[in-house]
């Protein structure tokens, strides 16, 4: 058992020495807080009544299947480009400019480090891909998002028809609002190859545009193999959010994937129009994550459980997935962190793919370097926060001696050309409760 140190609840650690040392941390996300909540959008702090351990256990007894440490959750199937998102191993994820003709409340691509070069400037996609296909490199999936893509039409058909010809086994999509699809260029996306896309449906648009673009997407199916609905889900659309599941259920779509709302650090007043705060605490463990989607909205996880429930109770054909926003995250964790080891007290956890060691502290240091030196254990010390690190794989040795533990969560990271390392995040366990399954998914 793994138990988060957090600012609510670092009281209870009885060692001094590790609770001074947790407080750093605690500290940390007291900051960061406050620093969320200069963007102006106040957080989800009342008392919520939503289990989610117990809602994620409902849904996999009724026979949805959860991925990625409870991050993921679907019913009937999912995207194999959703399946390599986990890892982002063999991915590649580009766009032609950021220039859109929508203005979505919640979009988050002024938070990209190029949008005041791309929102009205064009990438050269062509090159760009050519480049990656010298590289000799796997490349599984390949897609083209945005702004709007087909703003682009022939540089997009382009794109993908070089893909085909040079590397006819990658599985191609495409992310679009399909306001500019017709059956013209429908029959040269089919052309070039294309294996999926993904539209954009906008809940706050009128019923007559939402139901004018539900026939582009039956239209679609006609011509590319898979079509998937890609969406936020706004807290309190649930109702219309059901009546939208089963049309696009008759429709014989692929399906859809419910993503986690974000508040992208701004146009805060567009939010509080709708009643809507943060969830909090914002992250499971704070780092500077690369996604640039913001931060969760209380509430849209818990409507997009309800959706998967909703799919399961009705029983819906197509696939419907729920993407947290933190498993938009762990791609950006596993590829820091795969294959690295700075020394034999470190672990990457195929749970969650952080790499992960154990500390002891203060008085309790000297019962486990006595076990340790016994059993020739390798162990560092440090002096000037009082503990002694060592591998979680030799936890065991101290069960007979019930000592409080921390778990650190650590990512490595590189500047210009050196790897450091950099903790993240702690947890508290002891000896006796401490167990490899926190650490280690579980195989079948």
Not at 107 to 118: E, G, M, R
């Given at each position: 058992m793994l138990r988060k140190i957090t600012s609510d609840n670092v009281y209870f650690i009885k060692n001094k020495s590790f609770a001074q040392y947790a407080q750093i941390?605690?500290?940390?996300?007291?900051?960061?807080?406050?620093q969320i909540e200069t963007f102006g959008l106040p957080f989800q702090r009342e008392s919520v009544v939503y289990d989610r351990k117990t809602k994620l256990k409902n849904l996999e007894h009724a026979g949805a299947s959860i991925r990625n440490n409870n991050k993921s959750v679907f019913v009937n199937r999912i995207s194999s480009a959703c399946e390599a998102c986990q890892t982002g191993s063999n991915s590649y994820t580009t766009y032609p400019s950021l220039k859109c003709h929508r203005n979505c409340f919640?979009?988050?691509?002024?938070?990209?480090?190029?949008?005041?070069?791309?929102k009205n400037k064009q990438k050269d996609i062509q090159k760009e891909l050519l480049d990656i296909l010298a590289q000799r490199i796997e490349l599984k999936h390949l897609a083209l998002t945005g702004g709007e893509p087909l703003l682009f039409k022939d540089?997009?058909?382009?794109?993908?028809?070089?893909?085909?010809?040079n590397s006819p086994e990658t599985y191609t999509r495409l992310y679009t609002t399909g306001d500019l699809l017709d059956q013209e260029l429908l029959q040269q996306l089919k052309n070039a190859h294309l294996d999926e896309i993904r539209f954009s449906v906008k809940m706050d648009d009128p019923i007559s545009r939402i139901n004018h673009l539900l026939q582009k997407i039956e239209l679609s199916r006609d011509?590319?193999?898979?079509?998937?609905?890609?969406?936020?889900?706004?807290?309190?659309t649930l109702k219309d959010m059901k009546v939208l599941l089963l049309k696009l259920d008759r429709l014989n779509i692929f399906g859809i994937n419910l993503l986690e709302l974000c508040f992208p650090l701004g146009n805060a007043e567009a939010f509080k129009e709708r009643g809507l705060q943060l969830k909090y605490p914002p992250y499971e463990v704070y780092y500077n994550y690369w996604y640039a989607g913001g931060l969760a909205v209380a509430d849209s996880e818990k409507e997009c459980l309800e959706l998967v429930d909703f799919a399961l109770e009705e029983?819906?054909?197509?696939g419907v997935h729920y993407c947290s926003l933190e498993n938009k995250h762990t791609g950006q964790v596993y590829q820091q962190?795969?294959?690295?080891?700075?020394?034999?007290t470190y672990t990457f956890s195929t749970k969650d793919y952080f790499l992960k060691t154990a500390k002891v502290f203060g008085k309790e240091i000297r019962k486990a370097k006595a076990l340790f030196d016994q059993a020739n254990i390798f162990y560092i010390e440090n002096t000037s926060h009082d503990f002694i690190q060592f591998s979680v794989m030799d936890i065991h040795y101290l069960k007979n001696r019930d000592v409080e533990i921390?778990?650190?969560?650590?990512?490595?990271e590189e500047n210009e050309g050196e790897q450091y390392v950099?903790?993240?995040?702690?947890?508290?366990?002891?000896?006796?409760l401490f167990e490899l399954e926190d650490i280690f998914e579980k195989k079948c």
């Open positions: 941390y605690t500290s940390i996300e007291s900051e960061t807080i406050h919640f979009c988050f691509n002024p938070n990209q480090a190029d949008y005041l070069i791309y540089e997009v058909i382009k794109f993908f028809d070089t893909a085909h010809r011509f590319i193999p898979n079509i998937l609905v890609e969406m936020p889900v706004v807290p309190g029983g819906l054909k197509m962190n795969q294959r690295q080891c700075p020394d034999q921390s778990i650190s969560s650590v990512v490595i950099r903790e993240v995040g702690l947890d508290w366990t002891t000896s006796s």
